[in-house]
């Protein structure tokens, strides 16, 4: 289907929804929600539409005075200089609706569930995955969303081995979906006398958050045991068997929440990691099925794959899938990652547009 084929479509689909919306007739409560969220959706895709569909008329009523005898040198002058603007304007506004077109990730609008894990380097790779969790905080709270702490797993030092939240607000997964990944940092440690450089990893996996319409967990596929929680180094923090670990059979994976006094706190919480835990692994095997199409994150997709390096005695950031290096590193760790992602969605978005042209 060319471009214009897929816009007359759309403008006849906003049509009919709003002759739908507007009748003495409206459908059910449902229904009608749903229907006025798909107005809503083309809604700016019309609008774009409309501005092409001018500036395609303007452009060619301007060539028609360009060739036309009659017209004066003067006005054929500010003719073709009108006429110039819009042939640059023109693939802009194509381009801008075809990214606007290409078929959307059915998780982008849901929440996140994020995953911090310190990888290897030791104490350092801790201290780095509290700092990556932090950035990933104030990112969250610059946007307004809600960050929630799920789990919390610390070495003692102020480093964490482990680190879950929630985050939740309109499109988060949208905009945290391409940090998962190895992130690699090179510094000093604190702890390093000699001041030599060192390099430590952490690893940072972020999820849909699914709610149970998304993933029917049945009860008989779980298995679940209760003990009592500990704290580092083994010490007891509760005096009741309230640390749950809940197994998934089919797919074998396992949750462990032990951060609430509550057994049923844990449990719910426990839940939420799992649910979506199950619900990304499918949609990683949707995406490995689809061979001939890329997958939902920039690179390979692969929680394996370095993604991004922190340098610090040089005060840069690097991404390495697309060769993007901001030499703003405080900023950066200070939750200012707007810049880094709306280049990775750029990205995203261009390789898609090859795809399909």
Same mark, same amino acid.
């Given at each position: 289907?060319?471009?214009?084929?897929?816009?007359?479509?759309?403008?006849?689909?906003?049509?009919?929804?709003?002759?739908?919306?507007?009748?003495?007739?409206?459908?059910?409560?449902?229904?009608?929600?749903?229907?006025?969220?798909?107005?809503?959706?083309?809604?700016?895709?019309?609008?774009?539409?409309?501005?092409?569909?001018?500036?395609?008329?303007?452009?060619?009523?301007?060539?028609?005075?360009?060739?036309?005898?009659?017209?004066?040198?003067?006005?054929?002058?500010?003719?073709?200089?009108?006429?110039?603007?819009?042939?640059?304007?023109?693939?802009?506004?194509?381009?801008?609706?075809?990214?606007?077109?290409?078929?959307?990730?059915?998780?982008?609008?849901?929440?996140?569930?994020?995953?911090?894990?310190?990888?290897?380097?030791?104490?350092?790779?801790?201290?780095?995955?509290?700092?990556?969790?932090?950035?990933?905080?104030?990112?969250?709270?610059?946007?307004?969303?809600?960050?929630?702490?799920?789990?919390?797993?610390?070495?003692?030092?102020?480093?964490?081995?482990?680190?879950?939240?929630?985050?939740?607000?309109?499109?988060?997964?949208?905009?945290?979906?391409?940090?998962?990944?190895?992130?690699?940092? $090179?510094? /000093?440690? #604190? @702890?390093? %006398?000699?001041? *030599? =450089?060192?390099?430590?990893?952490?690893? &940072?996996? +972020?999820?849909?958050?699914?709610?149970?319409?998304?993933?029917?967990?049945?009860?008989?596929?779980?298995?679940?045991?209760?003990?009592?929680?500990?704290?580092?180094?083994? $010490?007891? /923090?509760? #005096? @009741?068997? %309230?640390?749950? *670990? =809940?197994?998934?059979?089919?797919?074998? &994976?396992? +949750?462990?929440?032990?951060?609430?006094?509550?057994?049923?706190?844990?449990?719910?919480?426990?839940?939420?990691?799992?649910?979506?835990?199950?619900?990304?692994?499918?949609? $990683?095997? /949707?995406?490995?099925?689809?061979?001939?199409? *890329?997958?939902?994150?920039?690179?390979?997709?692969?929680?394996?794959?370095?993604?991004?390096?922190?340098?610090?005695?040089?005060?840069?950031?690097?991404?390495?899938?697309?060769?993007?290096?901001?030499?703003?590193?405080?900023?950066?760790?200070?939750?200012?990652?707007?810049?880094?992602?709306?280049?990775?969605?750029?990205?995203?978005?261009?390789?898609?547009?090859?795809?399909?042209?």
């Amino acid at each position: 289907m060319s471009l214009d084929e897929n816009l007359d479509r759309v403008v006849a689909r906003h049509a009919e929804l709003s002759n739908l919306m507007s009748s003495g007739t409206p459908p059910s409560s449902d229904k009608f929600a749903k229907m006025g969220r798909e107005y809503a959706e083309l809604t700016p895709v019309v609008e774009a539409v409309n501005e092409l569909r001018q500036a395609q008329a303007e452009a060619a009523d301007l060539a028609g005075m360009m060739t036309d005898a009659g017209t004066d040198a003067d006005m054929k002058a500010m003719a073709e200089e009108e006429f110039s603007a819009l042939k640059e304007k023109i693939p802009a506004l194509e381009n801008k609706l075809q990214v606007m077109l290409l078929p959307k990730d059915t998780a982008d609008s849901k929440n996140a569930l994020l995953e911090v894990r310190a990888g290897t380097g030791g104490d350092e790779a801790g201290l780095f995955a509290a700092d990556l969790f932090r950035m990933y905080q104030r990112f969250a709270e610059a946007h307004q969303w809600k960050f929630e702490l799920i789990s919390l797993n610390e070495t003692g030092i102020g480093g964490y081995k482990e680190a879950i939240a929630s985050i939740s607000g309109q499109a988060v997964f949208s905009r945290f979906k391409f940090e998962s990944g190895v992130h690699r940092v $090179q510094r /000093v440690p #604190t @702890t390093e %006398s000699s001041g *030599r =450089i060192h390099t430590s990893a952490a690893t &940072v996996a +972020v999820m849909p958050e699914a709610e149970e319409v998304d993933i029917k967990i049945e009860d008989k596929d779980l298995r679940i045991d209760v003990f009592r929680a500990s704290g580092p180094g083994g $010490q007891s /923090v509760n #005096t @009741t068997d %309230s640390a749950i *670990r =809940i197994t998934h059979i089919p797919t074998g &994976v396992v +949750v462990i929440q032990q951060d609430e006094k509550s057994q049923h706190k844990n449990k719910a919480k426990a839940m939420r990691v799992l649910r979506a835990r199950i619900y990304d692994a499918e949609r $990683q095997k /949707v995406d490995d099925e689809r061979a001939a199409v *890329r997958k939902s994150q920039v690179g390979s997709g692969d929680r394996s794959e370095r993604i991004r390096t922190y340098n610090y005695p040089e005060r840069r950031v690097t991404d390495h899938r697309i060769n993007l290096t901001l030499h703003k590193l405080e900023r950066v760790m200070d939750g200012e990652l707007d810049e880094m992602i709306d280049a990775l969605t750029a990205d995203d978005q261009a390789k898609r547009l090859a795809e399909i042209k």
